[in-house]
């Protein structure tokens, strides 16, 4: 069975810096495209960043220049390196596939902008 553990969220000030992981477990992990995946309170889950197998990446405009996805496939991880946080980015991050499927949403990782 599958799972997707998530962590890195935090508090930070606007302007910081924050590296969220994603590890899966229990998939063939380097086979599958992955993407970062936000919801924030009272808003609709929405695409923040993808990557291929081969480490090709697409990011959401909101995103684009300030937020940096990759991935580790020896270690099963992806990775968003998130700098010049602003107050909109705070949402739970998730990891999955790319498209998402169902089973693969794990617990997310908070990320709160705020001074």
Do not use: H
């Amino acid at each position: 069975q599958v799972q997707l553990v998530e962590s890195g969220g935090g508090l930070v000030q606007p302007g910081g810096s924050l590296r969220l992981s994603c590890v899966v477990s229990g998939s063939s992990f380097s086979f599958y495209r992955m993407g970062w995946y936000r919801q924030a309170p009272g808003k609709q889950r929405e695409l923040v960043a993808t990557i291929t197998t081969s480490g090709n990446t697409n990011y959401a405009d909101s995103v684009k220049g300030r937020f940096t996805i990759s991935r580790d496939n020896a270690k099963n991880t992806v990775y968003l390196q998130m700098n010049s946080l602003k107050p909109e980015d705070t949402a739970v991050y998730y990891c999955n596939k790319f498209p998402p499927v169902g089973d693969w949403w794990g617990q997310g990782t908070q990320v709160t902008v705020s001074s």
